[in-house]
Nanobody
Framework: QVQLVESGGGLVQVGGSLRLSCAAS????????IGWFRQAPGEEREGILC????????HYADAVKGRFTISRDAAKKTVYLQMNSLKQEDTAVYYC????????????????WGQGTQVTVAS
């Protein structure tokens, strides 16, 4: 069964940090681009960052530049989203998704999704 599983979400104070993990089962993560997306209540799902199978990073959202980074650990078959200097507006459900390429960040282009992990940033 092809599956992505996110973890690492939780409650954090403004200015704090979290690291989200995206682990794959049922397929080889290395061959795919992995994107991180988020969706706040009442908002459209938006792309944040993507890392290609070759390790090239694509930024989708200006709002997180300089604060969020994406990386992959081939040995652990995991992609990470490091989030620093968190703001209240970063509160959302965060998803990882897999596709053949990063593309433009349109979430509907990604085929395989995790279940999401909640990130809440409190003042």
């Amino acid at each position: 069964q092809v599956q992505l599983v996110e973890s690492g979400g939780g409650l954090v104070q403004v200015g704090g940090s979290l690291r989200l993990s995206c682990a794959a089962s049922g397929f080889t993560l290395d061959y795919y681009a992995i994107g991180w997306f988020r969706q706040a209540p009442g908002e459209e799902r938006e792309g944040i960052l993507c890392i290609s199978s070759r390790g090239e990073v694509r930024h989708y959202a200006d709002a997180v530049k300089g604060r969020f980074t994406i990386s992959r650990d081939a040995a652990k078959k995991t992609v990470y989203l490091q989030m620093n200097s968190l703001k209240q507006e970063d509160t959302a459900v965060y998803y990882c998704a897999a596709d053949s390429v990063c593309g433009t960040g349109a979430w509907r282009a990604f085929e395989t999704w995790g279940q999401g992990t909640q990130v809440t940033v409190a003042s």
